[in-house]
């Protein structure tokens, strides 16, 4: 069987039957009429095939949905994306199982006596309208890096622009903001200049503390394959624990926790003491930068000799007695970095970002880059993962945040403020220049008392599942049971941890029930259409935005009115007819989401962050921002930011060019930041660490994967993993049942030894997917005090036996 | 010094071995029968003490040695006697037989055209062992291994998923019962088979060429499998069975 015949008889046969697809490709009913038959083909066994971009993980794969009979019946991996070429994982390729739980949530509920008891849309929404109405600066929003880039651009207008109100948070402050302070620190803009086009060109790929091989599937197949093929990467994994990534490294750097940031420091050391550090680029492009404070987001000016003096006492000796890394590996780093032949990628996910130095490690590894000047070719690149399919686009980018405007402008700074009201068409002054609660601190004041100090009396939820996933859940969660005077609303797809505590349910449309746009890790922005109706009531989280919105309007609200006192949510069509669109028999009259993304869109100019409009994105598997327009009306993306040959907006001549550079010299900078003990270590009363994280199977809180039979089949329960040395003078065995003890609670789980990975001695590792078995009772509430993101990778735990006869806590 | 150093090593390199070993043969009996097994760490509970294992061969005896309990373990070409006759067509498969087969299959994917989860026991950490069986036509005793359909990744755990999953070790009774299995009501997309232009006709594939262009792996001879060639003595599939455009994921034009 040749691959070349095969490939040719395909295309010719393709050639020949374009027209056939086009003609099968009709719109099912339905399906609004704007639905474009284009991104559409129809197979002879009457399955309709369209686009979308994967439910899960950051990557950002692009799937194929095959719809039958209104239901979807099959998936397949595009070969036509850039992102995964044809290939997926096993979330992805049974991702369409998530449509179809049983236990689909599919009318609005209100509890009433401790019961969930159905009532209309019409009454849920008044309900919580009448809550904001009362007092608007007690309400908080949370949401998600899953919301759609339109959802969080309609609950980010309808907060700053209209509530006049910053209490709006992402749960992605618990996954990402650590590398955004680092972005905005180091180059003064956020977001990762390289993309996924570095993993092709690296000669050396670090790992630190990621385990892409479970977390980033396809991006380690992307690498690993390469080997294959007969190409040469080597993989350098710096972790705490084993992994499957472990499995493929060429080099295993095992780590005490926290001390990464010493590994790195230890590497700047080797580069000034073997003057391999890369003056030209240094002198060019950087500026040293340190912080006395520890909290200062920009910091203050450093020198050359200050920092070779901070970094001083970093030698390979004292990085290993620190870390347990051999002096040998910090100067086989070292050597690595000094290093000009070879191309050195870094890439890192919650290892590096749920830190209570986050910011810290996040901007050292940057400098270690710019230092060695491994900074500006392809496959040159520090990299940030996202876990979220939109961590990046609707968090990050919109910024849904309680520091944010869209498009990395900031509610703190005059201007900016200043320029999103003119284009929200707001009056000056409607932006409050007060950051709000980030986001452990909303959930504290939603959780405590209102005579105590506890400002928030009610917290709106849209697709995410705090319940489960905030760290320290007695404190930050549960706290709210029994608080008579607090209302918690929650729009989901299935029961969960949150529901549980929830006043009000909203039954909430999924992925291809609605139309979608998300945008990833490498600043990809990817645009669905919806492709099946959703069960029951179940309605867009963007409609119930803006219906709340409308409703706060009828009741008078004076923010839901902008200067020219029209409802800050007015749609038009194509005719130029007013559609209300709060109302949801007219909700699809009109694509939404083409209009918030193109009033969204302007945001994103000011930085340099163009995003493709809407109708580009239609046509492509997404497109990298900036999206710049050309001469002839076309769209060009753009592969590698700040780099000359790649960004349009770098200086002719200027090689690289940082050009929203912190101090305003086109350069960016490279700080110093020293080690310090995490703020829980292990003692004698708590002798061990614990890490929590996530596996392959499944998704974050469990949600929707634990409804999947095959994914469910292969990873049925949380389980405690340990090292088998720690297990043996524990007396513990393999299925086991040990007792896990923090300051904050107890929780009994399995014990599985040798299994999914091992642990370094002295640390124990949990995922955090099951809701039977929340290992957030027990996890750290301490955060970077910077970025404001938890450590949910290190807080000191005791562990020990159950006896049998002892019952469940 | 020289002796007692090679002397360690064989005696590192059997224990390494004897460990391999044992988990491959404990890798490969029933589901359930591994289920009953309570895995302990190694210094606890040696090897040598789980009635079950199987006691590891010296190097020396290896060749000649009958391995259980795949005795029948073979791939080679030589011993791999055809179970069909090369040179003639072989029967269809009767209907019976063929709904049977249909259902195993069905109870292997979520859909037509998904990634088959695994029904036996695996490695959690790595892909490295399965090719050992799936990466050429295998049989062990009367079981045929599927072979791979698709072209090398070095990940099948990205993709596959182990039904069983982890066995016993992560059972938890009290929570599982507390919160049973969630139902789902997915139906995924059922095999159709091929059009053809008239009777005798080669039938079109029925199915796109993505992840399955080793035609072999599913319709070769000697498989269990409902839809094996009826005329293995032909090797270029491609010759006479057309690909079908219209099922191919192509990207749409613009």
């Known amino acids: ?809 | 010094m020289k002796a007692s150093v090679s002397k360690f090593a064989v005696v590192v390199a059997l224990a390494t071995f004897t460990t391999a070993l044992s988990g491959y043969f404990m890798g490969l009996v029933q589901a359930d029968r591994a289920a009953e097994q309570r895995l302990r760490p190694a210094e606890e509970s040696p090897v040598a003490d789980v009635s079950t294992a199987i006691t590891a061969p010296r190097y020396a005896d290896l060749a000649n040695r009958e391995h259980q309990p795949n005795h029948g373990w073979s791939n080679s070409l030589t011993s791999l006697s055809p179970a069909v006759d090369f040179t003639a067509d072989t029967p269809p498969l009767a209907r019976g037989a063929i709904e049977a087969l249909l259902i195993k299959r069905a109870s292997r994917r979520a859909y037509n055209g998904a990634p088959p989860t695994v029904p036996h026991p695996i490695d959690q950490r790595g892909s490295q062992s399965c090719l050992a069986c799936h990466g050429q036509p295998t049989r062990i005793g009367d079981v045929d291994v599927p072979r791979m359909s698709h072209a090398l990744y070095s990940q099948c755990i990205q993709c596959h998923a182990p039904k069983n999953g982890p066995g016993s070790a992560l059972a938890s009774p009290p929570a599982e019962a507390a919160h049973p299995v969630l139902a789902n009501s997915f139906s995924g997309l059922q095999p159709t088979g091929g059009t053809r232009a008239y009777l005798g006709a080669p039938p079109v594939m029925p199915h796109t060429t993505a992840m399955r262009q080793n035609c072999l792996a599913c319709h070769g001879p000697g498989g269990s499998s409902v839809i094996k060639t009826t005329h293995p003595q032909r090797q270029n599939c491609l010759q006479c069975h057309a690909t079908d455009a219209l099922r191919e994921t192509l990207p749409p034009t613009p």
């Open chain 1, 1 to 809: 069987m040749q691959r070349r015949d095969f490939l040719r008889a395909t295309a010719l046969a393709a050639a020949t039957t374009v027209i056939a697809r086009r003609l099968g490709a009709t719109i099912p009913e339905g399906l609004p009429a704007y639905v474009a038959a284009t991104t559409a083909d129809v197979t002879p066994d009457g399955v309709r095939w369209d686009k979308a971009p994967c439910r899960f993980c950051g990557t950002g794969c692009h799937v194929r949905v095959g719809v039958k009979d209104g239901r979807v019946v099959a998936i397949q991996g595009d070969p036509a994306a850039e992102v995964n070429k044809g290939l997926l994982c096993m979330k992805g390729y049974h991702v369409g199982g998530i449509l179809y739980g049983k236990d689909r949530l599919t009318t609005p509920q209100l509890r009433r006596n401790g019961k969930l008891e159905a009532i209309t849309w019409e009454e849920a929404i008044d309900i919580l309208a009448r809550r904001v109405m009362k007092d608007p600066a007690g309400f908080g929003f949370y949401g998600s890096g899953q919301w759609t880039i339109p959802e969080g651009y309609a609950a980010q207008k309808f907060m700053k622009a209209g509530l006049g109100s910053n209490q709006i948070e992402p749960n992605a402050r618990l996954c990402m903001s650590s590398a955004v302070t680092g972005y905005v620190s180091v180059y003064g803009v956020d977001e990762p200049a390289g993309c996924y086009d570095d993993l092709d060109a690296a000669d050396v790929v670090i790992l630190w503390g990621n385990n892409p091989a479970e977390m980033h599937p396809v991006l380690w197949s992307r690498i690993v394959d390469r080997r294959t093929r007969g190409e040469k990467v080597v993989i350098i994994d710096m972790g705490t624990r084993r992994t499957r990534s472990t499995a493929l490294a060429d080099h295993y750097l095992e780590f005490r926790p926290q001390t990464d940031l010493a590994i790195a420091n230890g590497i700047a050391h080797l580069l000034l003491a073997n003057d391999t550090w890369d003056h030209d680029f240094v002198g060019k492009h950087c500026n040293f930068r340190h912080d006395p404070t520890g909290k200062s987001l920009l910091g203050e000016a450093f020198d050359l000799d200050g920092y070779r003096a901070a970094l001083a006492s970093y030698t390979p000796e004292y990085v290993a007695k620190l870390s347990g890394v051999p002096a040998e590996k910090i100067r086989l780093l070292g050597e690595l970095f000094g290093r000009r032949d070879l191309r050195i990628t870094s890439l890192w996910c919650m290892g590096m970002n749920q830190h209570t130095r986050g910011t810290a490690i996040n901007r050292l590894v940057h400098g270690v880059h710019l230092l060695s000047g491994h900074w500006g070719r392809p496959g040159d690149a520090p990299t940030s993962l996202t876990g979220q399919p939109s961590a990046c686009g609707t968090a990050r980018e919109v910024g849904t945040l309680c520091n944010a405007l869209p498009g990395g402008l900031l509610v703190t700074n005059a201007e900016h403020r200043a320029e999103c009201e003119e284009l929200w068409n707001v009056p000056p002054g409607r932006i409050n220049p007060e950051p709000g609660h980030h986001t452990v601190l909303l959930w504290e004041k939603f959780c405590t008392p209102t005579d105590k100090g506890g400002d928030i009396h009610t917290i709106f939820v849209q697709v995410t599942n705090p319940g489960q996933t905030l760290p320290d859940l007695n404190r930050t969660f549960r706290g709210k049971a029994g608080l008579a005077d607090k209302f918690l609303v929650v729009s989901d797809v299935y029961p969960t941890a949150t529901t549980e505590l929830a006043d009000l349910v909203l039954p909430a449309a999924l992925w291809v029930e609605k139309n979608g746009v998300f945008g990833n890790s490498e600043r990809r922005t990817q645009q669905w259409f919806k492709q099946v109706e959703p069960p029951g009531q179940a309605r867009p989280d963007a409609w119930m935005t803006i219906a709340l919105a409308h409703r706060l309007y009828e009741l008078g609200h004076p923010g839901m009115r902008d200067q020219d006192d029209r409802f800050i949510f007015t749609f038009h069509d194509d005719a130029g007819r007013e559609v209300p669109a709060w109302d949801f028999d007219h909700y699809y009259d009109i694509n939404t989401d083409r209009a918030l993304f193109d009033e969204y869109r302007r945001f994103t100019f000011h930085k340099h962050k163009h995003v493709a409009p809407y109708d580009e994105l239609v046509k492509a598997h997404g497109l990298r921002w900036p999206v710049v327009e050309q001469a002839d009306g076309t769209f060009n993306e753009t592969r590698f930011r700040f780099m000359e040959f790649s960004d349009p907006f770098v200086k002719k001549g200027a090689g690289i060019q940082f050009y929203h550079s912190v101090t305003k010299d086109d350069r960016a900078l490279i700080w110093f930041c020293p080690y310090e003990p995490a703020t829980e270590e292990p003692d004698n009363d708590y002798p061990f660490w614990l890490c929590t994280g996530r596996v392959i199977e499944h998704w974050h809180s469990g949600t929707m994967t634990m409804r999947v039979p095959q994914l469910r089949g292969s990873m049925p329960n949380a389980y405690v993993e340990m090292n088998p040395a720690d297990a043996r003078k524990l007396g513990l065995a393999n299925g086991d049942m040990a007792v896990l003890e923090t300051r904050r609670g107890r929780l009994d789980l399995p014990v599985w030894i040798d299994g999914r990975a091992t642990p370094q001695r002295g640390l124990v590792f949990v995922p955090f997917f099951d809701e039977r078995q929340l290992i957030n009772t027990i996890t750290l509430g301490d955060f970077c005090p910077i970025s404001k993101e938890p450590d949910y990778k290190k807080c000191a735990v005791r562990i020990r036996r159950r006896p049998a006869e002892e019952l469940r806590a």
